[in-house]
């Protein structure tokens, strides 16, 4: 299959997640993807381990998020390595960096310089707090951004105190913003042949996360409020969260509570309404509690199922990579690095019914250093 | 300023949050989204209320996700209005339909169908668990999602149970899955003159969100574990989480160990190294905890930012809102709908440093037939 961003160069001047989880997107749908790397180190994210799990010189983590990728590794205060960087972007289409506001402008690379080489360039950056303000120059990292920005009161319960989510939430949702903005400039070139700078940091991607609260916040001036136990959504009413079942544990979506009730037989329950599943969301989620704990996931969830009432098992990963959905949708891929085979996940969309899959592995710093300046060469020449 | 998507037309067959993010992010980048609803009560989200906030006979929450769109009402099983339909598939570029599998082949809308109609065009789905398996019938909602895979064993304290996020992440994830995908494939297309069928489910994309958690978990077999106390990311180390102070709560990243006891003045923390940052995390974390305690935000915050460390108080939204470093990223934006002033948040990408807003709100069901049957009129006497 032809793949939608075949054609398409994009370079890559970043590290840790956000950037290089944008720049993989890209490469999933066909992109060639030259990370710019320092010399002999590479990118920082190559040391970035987890529970100590390498696959060779760089870490497990780090061949997850740069799969099928090329690297082109350039000491950048160096001159000669600067020209050669140049000439790639002149070639290039896209350009993506995630360094602190200032740091490419001290190369020569910042926006202007570099649609100078390259007017047509797609010029991608983030930022932590954007390139104004007053924390313009903290540290753009995850879990901070998640502090920041009211994000950690919407999880948990509300006797929990801040609960952050654990999953780099502002580093995923900033690089998939990215991407979004990097191939919509690219159709808008298709048409007028303009570069474009866009830009997007992780705080204005949390904020745009969390419009349904703030805009509610906007215009109530009231925080969200967590229930007090088996909590869901801050602005959801009861049953709306997971509970405690006496084998495991079930999650139970928006239903009506009368027939909730009837439907698990539950007597204290009886009585209520949904016009009160909000106002008396804390007792009705307590009563529910104290009701579903006497009895297995299976019994619940063949009754509520049975009434086509929206509830679900909760599973751990054990029990998800075993089950028949989940391998379903195969959405488990190969890597071959080093000798080792490193399972990962492929990217989620597929085009024309065809899962997007890439066995390459994540490159060595400057492996295609060689190749890339092989290629710079040959247009030099084909242009004699 | 010359919008990236000007001129694209999206047709939106969509409910509630997933499709409908979907087709505000084409908004505000640019394309004509219309969304095609049944007569007289428009799509379900129209009903979905928090906290009882509404604007018109629509929920503020619709209008906060459906800004910036028309609407056109139309009975998908009268042939006449199914007519219609069709002549608005025929001028489109885009579909996005988040229906239930079968439900657009029922209507005689799926793929094979709509492309016959439309060679070019980019067709768009969202299911819950993908079109085959044994979940393909279950209602795919985001807490279930979350529920069923495994999410929500990576946030909260060890003996929390499961704990979901606070916030709609399948929906809003996937919807930025499905704008990558049709972008991209709408890049191929003004290349290669081809249509496309882009598919993401919510399961996939949160099986995605988990790339380097599951990837771990595929190469280790071991369960991510979460901390006892402190939460922050199954897969870090300490300090990683959120600290009690004795006014608020600060929230600490990566860090040396050695260096925070020294900065801190924690004598019982005094000889762990951050070799042992994993191994003794719980720990660490508790240790830590019983010092922060003691002294305030400011003098915590005050010594670790003087240090350079990666540490940030934790703010809910009054006190995030009324802060220099949120007032300096203007990301709220105003609407005006049914004589009322809604304030929203707006698009967090920037494009040639110019935030992306609009103030055009939500529209009422069908509010755009009268003029898109016009349009549609005026194409067929300037072809004959």
Redesign the interface.
Known sequence: M?L?????TVLEFSQYLSGPSAGL?LAD??ARVIKIERPVHGEAGRKLS????WVDDSS??FH??NRNKESFAADLKNPDDLALVKQLIAKADVLIHNFRPGVMQKIGLDYDAASEINPGLVYAEITG??K????KE??G????M???????????NAT??????????AD??CG??????I??????R???KTG??????L???L??????????????Q???L?SKTN??????GAP???Y?AADG??????MDIAVLAETVECAALQGFTTSQA?AQRDNIKSILADHLHKNTVKHWLQKLQERGL?????????K??TH??Y???Q??QVLHAAGKE????????????QRLVSGKPAPKVGEHNEMLIREMNEVIVNKK
Chains 1, 2 share one sequence.
């Open positions: 032809d939608p961003l075949e054609g398409i997107r749908l066909g987890i529970k100590n799990l497990l983590l997850t998020i707090y954007g104004e303000g007053p924390w903290k540290p990292q995850d879990l901070l998640q502090s920041l920005t009211g994000l950690t009161f919407t999880t948990g929990n105190g801040p609960v952050p989510f654990g999953i780099s939430i995923i949702l998939a913003q990215l991407v979004q903005g191939i919509a400039a690219l159709i808008r298709s048409k007028k474009a700078l866009i830009e997007v940091s705080m204005e991607t904020l745009d996360f969390q419009f349904e609260l703030l805009t509610t916040y906007y215009n109530s009231q925080q969200p967590r909590s869901g959504h801050t602005l959801l709306y969260g997971v405690k544990f079930i999650a139970l979506a928006m909000f929206w509830a679900m098992e909760v599973l751990d990963w054990e998800m990579t028949d959905a391998r379903a949708l959405m488990e490193i399972i990962t996940t492929r990217c989620p969309i597929r085009i024309n019914g």
